[in-house]
Protein backbone atom coordinates (compact mmCIF):
# COMPACT_ATOMS: atom_id res chain seq x y z
CA UNK A 1 0.00 0.00 0.00
CA UNK A 2 1.31 3.48 -0.71
CA UNK A 3 0.65 5.06 3.14
CA UNK A 4 3.89 6.95 3.72
CA UNK A 5 4.58 9.42 6.34
CA UNK A 6 7.46 11.53 5.34
CA UNK A 7 9.55 13.94 8.13
CA UNK A 8 10.89 17.11 6.71
CA UNK A 9 10.22 20.24 8.12
CA UNK A 10 6.36 19.37 8.15
CA UNK A 11 4.55 16.27 7.70
CA UNK A 12 3.37 14.90 4.51
CA UNK A 13 0.25 12.07 4.97
CA UNK A 14 0.03 10.37 1.72
CA UNK A 15 -2.91 7.50 1.10
CA UNK A 16 -4.30 5.60 -1.42
CA UNK A 17 -8.58 5.52 -1.68
CA UNK A 18 -10.45 3.54 -3.93
CA UNK A 19 -14.44 2.28 -5.12
CA UNK A 20 -15.22 0.38 -8.20
CA UNK A 21 -12.49 1.24 -10.62
CA UNK A 22 -11.83 4.49 -9.61
CA UNK A 23 -8.71 5.73 -7.72
CA UNK A 24 -7.67 8.55 -5.52
CA UNK A 25 -4.15 9.54 -4.61
CA UNK A 26 -4.08 12.12 -1.60
CA UNK A 27 -1.89 14.10 -0.13
CA UNK A 28 -2.33 16.04 3.65
CA UNK A 29 -0.05 19.24 4.51
CA UNK A 30 -1.02 21.22 7.72
CA UNK A 31 -2.16 24.62 5.88
CA UNK A 32 -5.34 26.49 5.65
CA UNK A 33 -8.25 23.90 3.59
CA UNK A 34 -6.97 24.46 0.30
CA UNK A 35 -8.67 21.48 -1.85
CA UNK A 36 -6.92 20.42 -5.41
CA UNK A 37 -8.36 17.77 -7.13
CA UNK A 38 -6.69 17.12 -10.43
CA UNK A 39 -5.56 20.61 -10.20
CA UNK A 40 -8.63 22.28 -9.88
CA UNK A 41 -11.23 23.21 -7.06
CA UNK A 42 -12.94 20.55 -5.03
CA UNK A 43 -16.02 22.49 -6.44
CA UNK A 44 -15.05 22.82 -9.91
CA UNK A 45 -14.17 19.37 -10.38
CA UNK A 46 -17.17 17.74 -8.33
CA UNK A 47 -20.28 19.54 -10.25
CA UNK A 48 -22.85 18.47 -7.62
CA UNK A 49 -23.03 19.75 -4.33
CA UNK A 50 -23.67 16.27 -2.93
CA UNK A 51 -20.82 14.78 -3.92
CA UNK A 52 -18.76 17.70 -2.37
CA UNK A 53 -20.73 16.80 0.89
CA UNK A 54 -20.14 13.47 0.44
CA UNK A 55 -16.29 13.89 0.02
CA UNK A 56 -16.19 16.06 2.84
CA UNK A 57 -17.17 13.77 5.20
CA UNK A 58 -14.41 12.85 7.25
CA UNK A 59 -13.26 16.39 7.67
CA UNK A 60 -16.31 17.19 9.04
CA UNK A 61 -16.70 13.84 11.41
CA UNK A 62 -12.77 14.76 12.82
CA UNK A 63 -13.29 19.19 12.28
CA UNK A 64 -10.36 19.47 10.29
CA UNK A 65 -11.89 21.34 7.77
CA UNK A 66 -9.24 24.22 8.07
CA UNK A 67 -6.16 22.13 9.25
CA UNK A 68 -4.88 20.47 6.16
CA UNK A 69 -4.22 20.97 2.68
CA UNK A 70 -5.58 18.53 0.33
CA UNK A 71 -4.23 17.69 -3.02
CA UNK A 72 -5.61 14.63 -5.14
CA UNK A 73 -4.95 13.35 -8.59
CA UNK A 74 -8.22 10.97 -9.06
CA UNK A 75 -8.34 8.05 -12.11
CA UNK A 76 -10.30 6.30 -13.04
CA UNK A 77 -14.18 5.14 -12.75
CA UNK A 78 -16.78 8.32 -13.07
CA UNK A 79 -17.84 10.63 -10.88
CA UNK A 80 -19.03 9.28 -8.10
CA UNK A 81 -16.91 6.77 -8.00
CA UNK A 82 -14.40 9.19 -7.87
CA UNK A 83 -15.66 11.31 -5.10
CA UNK A 84 -16.10 7.83 -3.36
CA UNK A 85 -12.19 6.87 -3.87
CA UNK A 86 -11.30 10.36 -2.70
CA UNK A 87 -13.29 9.83 0.51
CA UNK A 88 -11.90 6.83 0.97
CA UNK A 89 -8.14 8.09 0.62
CA UNK A 90 -9.16 11.11 2.29
CA UNK A 91 -10.13 9.40 5.58
CA UNK A 92 -7.11 7.11 5.64
CA UNK A 93 -4.64 9.59 5.16
CA UNK A 94 -6.27 11.17 8.18
CA UNK A 95 -6.00 8.00 10.01
CA UNK A 96 -2.56 8.10 9.98
CA UNK A 97 -2.38 11.93 10.62
CA UNK A 98 -3.90 11.27 14.00
CA UNK A 99 -4.06 7.64 15.32
CA UNK A 100 -7.19 8.99 17.24
CA UNK A 101 -9.49 9.87 13.99
CA UNK A 102 -9.33 6.11 13.26
CA UNK A 103 -12.10 4.62 15.71
CA UNK A 104 -14.42 7.67 15.14
CA UNK A 105 -13.92 7.52 10.78
CA UNK A 106 -14.05 3.71 11.22
CA UNK A 107 -17.74 3.98 12.99
CA UNK A 108 -18.97 6.24 10.33
CA UNK A 109 -17.76 4.07 7.54
CA UNK A 110 -15.56 6.20 5.76
CA UNK A 111 -12.70 3.92 6.07
CA UNK A 112 -14.18 1.18 4.70
CA UNK A 113 -13.96 0.40 1.03
CA UNK A 114 -16.19 0.36 -1.08
CA UNK A 115 -15.78 -3.28 -2.99
CA UNK A 116 -18.85 -3.23 -5.56
CA UNK A 117 -17.50 -3.77 -8.97
CA UNK A 118 -19.21 -4.41 -12.53
CA UNK A 119 -20.23 -7.98 -13.38
CA UNK A 120 -17.87 -9.31 -16.44
CA UNK A 121 -20.14 -10.53 -19.13
CA UNK A 122 -20.04 -13.82 -19.40
CA UNK A 123 -18.89 -15.64 -22.84
CA UNK A 124 -22.43 -16.59 -25.01
CA UNK A 125 -24.11 -14.52 -23.36
CA UNK A 126 -25.65 -10.47 -23.95
CA UNK A 127 -24.75 -9.19 -20.95
CA UNK A 128 -23.77 -10.08 -17.14
CA UNK A 129 -26.79 -12.06 -16.34
CA UNK A 130 -29.21 -11.53 -19.30
CA UNK A 131 -29.57 -14.83 -21.23
CA UNK A 132 -30.67 -15.35 -24.91
CA UNK A 133 -34.55 -15.85 -25.32
CA UNK A 134 -35.06 -19.98 -24.57
CA UNK A 135 -36.71 -21.63 -27.56
CA UNK A 136 -38.35 -25.70 -26.66
CA UNK A 137 -38.42 -25.78 -30.63
Given at each position: MENTVTQDKESVFSATG???TAVARVRLVPGTGAW?????GVNDYFCSEALVKYVEQPLQIT???E???ISAKVSGGGVAGQAGALRHGLARALALADGSFREVL???GCLTRDSRMKERKKTG???ARKRFQFSKR
Open positions: RRKKVNRRHTRKYDKNSQPG
